[in-house]
């Protein structure tokens, strides 16, 4: 890290120097969740505000586990922005991957490695953001505040909400914060949309768990504990849940639908209608992505019994990744899945589970959002998204902070596949412009410009504005 270019001026190329070195050294952290171990990740972010003189604070929620806040200061109290990104990343396969999932490799203009686009690539544009208002003398209208969490990937309970529980100091004044979930969206050539996740679908994790009589495999009984829980699960997996569309689901495809041509987009003007056609559904429900927008989905992702093979386990257990959308009701849901299991015998133990809430649109960041749009892309739609993830801006408007998922970087939609998947990579030269849209976005929401700039003029960047 000392080795580490630092970036003095507003220029993309030396902003970028910076972006790949920090981010390389990120991504080497080895902060796979489980078990994390994000108090590596910590340090390092710790090390590099400290070298331009801001201060940071490190908790930790469990051995290992560890958090960090830091702020820079503005000229008023209240009203401040927290940029949000979490330090732990999802396991990677080797075998599968182009070049070592961890090894932060430079190639083709990208950066290669696992936590790339999820998420340290974003956080590492945070940092820079930070890091530039105190190297360039700018006093923000606010406090800006860097909060880098852990755990997120298994749900958040030793990062945002142990810290919502545990940490409220850390909070105090924060209106507003900017979270993973939306982007830039490149649909295509020339085709941009700023997708800004204003609503998401809740997990519910449920194990479930069956028990019978151990023995040899060759003189199975006729329930073991693998048979009751297979014939419970087959059930499950043929359920299917009802269609329902939220207003906020109706609201995003009706703007998507608005640059198809005009036949293509009368269905998705009563979107719930629509899909009581059985062709329509068919076609719509093709998309995994889509359909999971409609309706509550339920897969199963861990299975275990005996780790032997001709041994009958007396324990066999399945996980059950549930997602639910908006205003559902955990409980009920479970209720319902027992119902279909039809298995009295099967345990069923809640992991993980909450509430999914949405962010209400009419915000001044909202808004500063669309004039971020106007200047940089004329004539490019902001939409207010809805996600089948979940992210850790549900615990934040649990707490009453407007949380929305965006970051003003472009990214090709063909590229979100490799979120969670292989050959992770991110674009470092967009990468170090989304870390001037993030100024210019600060710009924005606390000191609007009277006129927005000409198409044809860039739109203006780290200016005096912030000083106002």
């Known amino acids: 890290m000392s080795n580490c270019p630092r970036a003095t ?26 078990p994390g171990n994000e108090i ?18 490190v908790v930790l929620s469990a051995p290992g586990r560890a958090n960090l806040v830091a702020r820079v200061r503005g000229r008023e109290p209240g009203h401040a922005l927290m940029l949000v990104h979490h330090m732990d990343v999802v396991p990677a396969s080797a075998p599968e991957w182009s070049v070592p999932p961890l090894s932060g490799m430079l190639r083709d203009g990208y950066l290669w490695g696992r936590g790339s686009l999820d998420d340290k690539g974003m956080g590492v544009a945070h940092l ?31 990062g945002a909400r142990w810290l919502i529980e545990h940490q409220r100091a850390w909070f105090q004044g924060v209106e507003f914060a900017l979270n993973e979930g939306g982007a830039i969206l490149e649909l295509g050539p020339g085709q941009l949309v700023y997708g800004v996740e204003l609503a998401q679908k809740a997990p519910l994790w449920l194990r479930l768990t069956a028990r019978g009589v151990s023995g040899h495999g060759s003189a199975p009984a006729p329930d073991t504990a693998t048979s009751v829980l ?35 987009r009368a269905p998705f003007r009563d979107l719930e209608r629509s899909l009581k056609s059985p062709k329509f559904q068919k076609k719509f429900l093709e998309d995994a992505h889509d359909a999971a927008l409609v309706h509550n989905t339920l897969a199963i992702t861990q299975l275990s019994a005996s780790d032997k093979e001709n041994v009958i386990s007396e324990r066999a257990s399945a996980v059950l990744d549930i997602r639910l959308l908006p205003g559902q009701n955990a409980q ?24 999914a809430q949405a962010a209400p649109r009419d915000t001044p960041l ?11 892309h004329a004539g490019a739609p902001v939409m207010a998204n809805v996600i089948g993830g979940f992210t850790d801006c549900n615990a934040f408007r649990v707490a009453g902070i407007v949380c929305y998922g965006f970051h003003p970087m472009r990214v090709p939609v063909a590229e979100f596949h490799r979120v969670h998947g292989k050959d992770e990579r991110i674009d470092t030269a967009v990468l170090a412009e989304s870390v001037l849209g993030l100024h210019d976005l600060v710009r924005e929401l606390w000191t609007p410009l009277p006129v927005a700039p000409a198409a044809s003029e860039p739109a203006p960047r780290l200016t005096d504005e912030l000083l106002r």
């Not at 001026?9 to 489980?34: F, K, M, Q, S, W």
């Not at 590596?40 to 604070?57: M, N, P, Q, T, W």
């Not at 890091?131 to 958040?156: I, K, M, N």
């Open 332 to 355: 009920a849901v479970t209720e319902e899945l027992k119902r279909v299991l039809a298995e009295p015998a099967i345990e069923v133990e809640p992991l993980l589970s909450w509430t």
């Open 128 to 158: 820079l953001s930070a890091l530039l208002f105190v190297r360039l003398g700018l006093v923000p209208a606010h406090d800006v505040v860097f909060l880098a969490v852990a755990d997120e990937e298994s749900g958040g309970g030793q």
């Open 230 to 264: 297979v014939r419970g699960l087959a059930r499950l997996a043929e359920h299917r849940f009802p269609i329902v569309v939220i207003p906020e689901v109706q609201a995003m495809f009706a703007a998507r639908a608005a640059a198809l041509p005009e036949p293509e």
């Open 9 to 34: 001026t507003a220029e993309i190329a030396a902003i970028r120097a910076e972006i790949e070195c920090l981010l390389g050294e990120y991504v080497r952290l080895d902060t796979t969740n489980p």
């Open 366 to 376: 909202f808004a500063a959002i669309e004039r971020l749009a106007h200047a940089r």
């Open 40 to 57: 590596a990740a910590a340090r390092f972010l710790e090390r590099v505000l400290a070298r331009d003189g801001i201060k940071s604070e």
